[in-house]
């Protein structure tokens, strides 16, 4: 039986992105948990790179990420300094403030991307050392580095792709080509719902030492299964895509978390969600189609 998740005495939080996919769950997440949260985002005029009034709280989350819209992966555009500058030092003097300030405890949501450059096929451990090849996951992995060299507990949170309903429904467009007979292109890719990220962020709030760097991923998702759950819902009549071929995929190994007592929804969550999914329509504008 798996250990009891740990749960923290409320906290005074300060939270980056609140306003975004990521940090929206989190916000959520730590309000119903009894946790009092100041957000720190666009919609409450704070940016990265500005001072932020961090004194009086017990711990950071940092969820804010500037990126071109609907990129991560490639998101500095035509721009790549003004990338790094909003990104790793705009976070790290962020990091700076937080314990400088006397905070406890940051947490950081970094990304798979620091792990880009292994080979096809590694299986990415949690403390496996960062092996970016692109700029974003660079970006990632420097700040990781400075967070680490922190004297306070910090954690940097490697997520993989993440789903839900709203404005993190980054499926919209394939429901809706797979609906209208489009050709789909075969792709299979991990997985996570905003809400079980979430979740892992109160565990490790909650934790007394916790790890430098842990991974948070949970599904492995071909879009042929996907697409086949869509299509027993709506009972569309159109081709399943090939399956992809998952033997180069890289899969985040979640020891640390799941020693917490942090179990996922999996394919139960995925297919409870689904419907909300097709739901949305363009009611909400859709997230970006890469991973985190």
Not at 139 to 164: C, M
Request: charged share 20%; with cysteine.
């Amino acid at each position: 039986m798996p250990p009891r998740p740990l749960r923290p005495r409320p906290l005074r939080i300060a939270l980056t992105g609140a306003g975004g996919i990521v940090g929206g769950f989190v916000l959520r997440a730590a309000r119903a948990a009894g946790h009092q949260v100041t957000a720190l985002g666009r919609d409450d005029g704070w940016r990265l790179g500005l001072p932020a009034e961090l004194r009086g709280h017990d711990a950071l989350i940092h969820c804010a990420f500037a990126h071109a819209p609907g990129r991560y992966r490639g998101g500095e555009g035509d721009d790549p300094q003004g990338f790094r500058s909003a990104n790793l030092d705009g976070s790290i003097r962020l990091f700076d403030e937080a314990a400088a300030a006397g905070l406890s405890r940051i947490l950081f949501m970094s990304s798979r991307a620091v792990h880009d450059g292994w080979p096809a096929g590694t299986a990415l451990l949690d403390d496996l050392p960062p092996r970016p090849a692109n700029l974003y996951g660079e970006v990632k992995a420097l700040a990781e580095a400075h967070l680490a060299a922190l004297p306070l507990a910090t954690t940097a949170i490697r997520a993989t792709g993440i789903y839900g309903p709203g404005r993190a429904n980054k499926w919209q467009g394939l429901f809706a080509d797979y609906l209208a007979g489009r050709p789909v292109t075969p792709r299979v890719a991990t997985e996570i719902h905003g809400a079980d990220l979430a979740e892992a962020v109160l565990l490790l709030l909650a934790h007394p030492a916790p790890p430098a760097t842990v991974n948070a991923s949970d599904l492995i998702l071909d879009r042929r299964d996907l697409l086949r759950m869509v299509a027993a819902l709506t009972d569309c009549p159109h081709p399943l895509p090939e399956r992809a071929d998952a033997s180069a995929l890289c899969v985040p190994r979640c020891k640390e978390l799941h020693s917490m007592g942090w179990q996922p929804g999996g394919f139960p969550g995925l297919r409870r969600t689904l419907p909300d999914l097709l739901d949305s329509g363009g009611a909400s504008p859709p997230a970006p189609p890469e991973d985190i």
